[in-house]
């Protein structure tokens, strides 16, 4: 609102108050009331000043002064889009133009130094386009929006200096069309201004594409090391000349920030720093040993090569955690007869580290989690935990934060019983802003949950591909074989899922549940075996694997499951030695290349389907077979023998002319045949199902995963416990599941079970 020219006003000059108003001006009274008080003490000591404008002769009515200066600034905006899974058969949803997420990110531009009150910008009051944001939520224009007019009062007053983040996400492509542009209007109460800011979408011509916090073992709390990649979406050469980070610079607020580290120093793949047109940039930085679990703003600005005076900025908000990769194996907990927790027992917990698994959705488990104790059972297997974590200041410790994969809180967010949508999935989470634990999304429904994109720290998503049918999808309307099924969807639509999941979620890391053992479900539907067969299993893994996940979790491994499934135990222990082994790929890499290589003739075919994953020491590349068969008697897929193949893959500049490239699984490394093309390397092999590959310029790469993977074999043995080779312990594990309430399979015996049953009834 203006100011008036006098300060003595007419009897009858009164404003209009509404009940919103009226509690504005009373909110403003009340922080306005020390300046109040000090003109009116200063007009009782000097009353021919206050009343110098009565007393003067009548004068030409002067022009309002200008408003106080308002030095807020828009100094970067970043719009996501949002991306359709292409190829998944959704149940009566028509194509929608796809939405996108944008962040703006404002600054006070006034003086750091400056003391004056006017220097500080208080943007509670603020409307979009004419609105406040919340009515857009509210008129299903946008997803969810996270913006002033919601926050806590000591979250909108930006000091000088000082750096937020508005964002919101839309259901409408009207909002993130490139160069369009849109107005925000602050109302500072405290300080009687009001300003506008018009804010312009930017042509995206370059992107964060990965964006993770890493630490060695070393230091399982503090990161220290930003692993980024960049990608080129335009025609010019990009530079990297320095990052920034911002943090919260008090302890009350997670959502001001300022500047704490300029970071010159960068490591880049390719070594030049030059990112050229379509190519992809990998870098590393060292953060500043303050660095802080909790909110962070990341800025990194690029310089045209070719033109030193074109620069550009590229922005990111997200949560400070490190990352590490981790295995999860879902409700693994359970109330025995004796009216314990099975995770006493230490059958059990032998069974899941055998299994490599080190995650599971437990919180405080008495006679477990509390057993840290020399030879106690959570010091001899640990799991880290996936819950709630309330109450907060309990988990938020620097003992236990490392123990937290995140907090899960919601459930599935997506299905009819814990339904909640975007805006109450963002509010719901607001809590644990304050504190360093970062928190998970389960999602389940892909034709919707690029709305979810931005609200969660760790996006995670779980659909089956077999015998569970789900509401989102029509399974016999995909058109892959002859005759439709109705009992499964194509294998390969894992990885659909996991690519679009990833791409709505940029620059962020995402998890995967794969569907493995599981004896929960009520119905069978036209599928008898309701968990996948080995050889599904392996492959639905690699899908999700070769598209890039930062941890993997197991739909589910339950006691009961993993007896009644026994043949899945030895495919996912193999299947997590090698995710461990290749550990660096997935944490330090980034996403590159997919696409389909068709069986030539009349009616082309799938054969394999080529993934790809960089990162500086190198390229993982996976060869998932297509041309797998129906066993429609059984309603299971069948993979073909191996046959002679040849795989073409693309690499980066940085990766270009590889000095080696050799296969990789959980028993070893091969010498295979390859030759350097101009796009990549292309190998010459006899495969079938899933075929994994590294190339790499780093001659002491092979040995160090060849050490990894014998380190990861050789702790399997350690354990001296194997319940899918040996039947004495699969009986111990039969027994405790028997003991857990579940029902167990009935086996054959052996001949010398036989001649022991008959001398003991002999007996």
């Not at 804010?199 to 230091?219: H, M, Q, W, Y």
């Not at 309990?394 to 009819?416: C, I, M, R, W």
Request: glycine content about 4%; aromatic content about 10%.
């Amino acid at each position: 609102m203006e100011r008036r020219a006098h300060s003595v006003q007419k009897s009858d000059a009164r404003l209009s108050f509404t009940e919103e108003n009226r509690s504005r001006f009373h909110r403003f009274l009340r922080r306005a009331r020390p300046f109040l008080f000090s003109a009116i003490f200063y007009s009782l000591l000097f009353p021919g000043q206050a009343l110098h404008a009565q007393e003067k002769a009548p004068a030409p009515a002067p022009t309002a002064p200008a408003e106080p200066a308002f030095p807020l600034k828009v100094v970067g905006v970043t719009v996501s889009p949002h991306e359709h899974p292409q190829g998944i058969e959704f149940v009566g949803q028509a194509d929608q133009p796809p939405g996108g997420r944008v962040q703006i990110f404002v600054r006070n531009a006034a003086n750091p130094d400056s003391n004056k009150p006017e220097d500080t910008v208080n943007i509670n009051v603020l409307q979009i386009n004419g609105n406040e944001p919340k009515r857009y939520v509210f008129n299903k224009v946008w997803a969810w929006e996270d913006t002033p007019a919601d926050w806590p009062e000591g979250d909108t007053s930006l000091t000088p200096g000082a750096l937020s983040v508005f964002s919101f996400n839309s259901l409408s492509p009207d909002w993130v069309a490139p160069e369009s542009s849109l107005t925000m209007e602050f109302t500072d109460w405290i300080n009687a201004r009001k300003n506008t800011l018009d804010v312009k979408l930017p042509k995206t011509e370059a992107r964060i594409s990965s964006l993770c916090f890493l630490s060695g073992d070393r230091n399982s709390l503090r990161p220290d090391s930003l692993v980024f990649y960049l990608e080129n979406l335009s025609q010019k050469n990009w530079k990297v000349s320095s990052v920034h980070i911002y943090q919260p610079y008090l302890k009350s607020s997670f959502r001001l920030l300022k500047e704490i580290a300029k970071l010159e120093r960068i490591s880049t793949y390719p070594a030049s720093g030059v990112l050229q047109p379509g190519q992809k940039m990998a870098a590393i930085v060292s953060p500043p040993s303050h660095l802080k679990l909790t909110t962070a703003v990341i800025e990194i600005a690029l310089v045209n090569s070719d033109n030193s005076a074109e620069t550009l900025q590229l922005w990111e908000q997200l949560r400070v955690r490190r990352e590490s990769f981790d295995i999860g194996a879902g409700w693994i907990s359970a109330s025995m007869e004796n009216g314990s927790n099975i995770l006493t027992s230490e059958t059990w917990l032998k069974t899941l580290k055998f299994l490599h698994i080190n995650t599971a959705n437990i919180q405080n488990v008495p006679g477990y989690t509390d057993q840290t104790n020399a030879g106690g059972l959570y010091s001899l297997y640990p799991l880290k935990f996936m819950g709630t974590a309330q109450p907060l200041p309990q988990y938020d410790t620097d003992s236990t934060l490392p123990k937290f994969h995140a907090a899960e809180s919601l459930g599935n967010v997506q299905d009819e019983i814990n339904h909640c949508s975007p805006q109450d999935s963002l509010d719901l989470l607001r809590v644990y802003g304050g504190f360093r634990i970062p928190t998970a999304l389960i999602l389940t429904d892909p034709w919707s949950w690029r709305h979810y994109a931005g609200i969660s720290d760790y996006p995670h998503f779980n659909t089956s591909r077999l015998a569970i049918p789900n509401l989102f999808e029509s399974w016999d309307h995909y058109t892959r074989w002859d005759k439709p099924i109705s009992w499964a969807a194509p294998l390969e639509t894992m990885g659909v899922l996991t690519r679009n999941l990833r791409d709505n979620s940029r620059p962020l890391s995402i998890a995967a549940w794969v569907q493995g053992p599981f004896d929960g479900w009520s119905s069978a539907g036209e599928r008898r075996r309701l968990a996948p067969t080995p050889e599904e299993l392996r492959y639905l893994a690699w899908q999700a694997l070769g598209a890039r996940v930062s941890s993997l979790n197991w739909f589910n491994l339950n006691i009961g499951s993993l007896v009644q499934y026994r043949d899945l135990i030895t495919p996912i222990r193999k299947v997590n030695r090698e995710a461990l082994t290749l550990e660096i790929f997935f944490l330090y890499g980034d996403s590159w290349q997919n696409r389909v290589q068709l069986i030539e003739g009349e009616k082309p075919r799938p054969d394999w389907e080529l993934s790809s994953i960089i990162c500086p020491r190198g390229a993982l590349l996976c060869a998932l077979d297509l041309d797998y068969e129906l066993n429609r008697s059984g309603r299971t897929f069948e993979f073909r023998r191996p046959r002679d193949s040849k795989f073409e893959f693309s690499l980066p500049l940085f990766l270009k002319s590889p000095l080696e490239v050799f296969r990789i699984d959980a028993d070893g490394t091969y010498d295979v045949a390859y030759q350097v093309t101009s796009q990549g390397v292309e190998i010459t092999d006899k495969q079938s199902l899933a075929a994994i590959y590294v190339a790499t310029r780093d001659k002491q790469l092979r040995p160090d995963l060849e050490k990894r993977r014998q380190y990861f074999a050789q702790e399997e043995l350690d354990y001296k416990f194997d319940p899918a080779e040996n039947r004495k312990d699969y009986h111990l594990l039969k027994s405790l599941a028997k003991q857990a309430g579940s029902i167990v399979p009935e086996e054959p015996l052996t001949e010398e079970e036989e001649k022991e049953a008959e001398a003991n009834s002999s007996f």
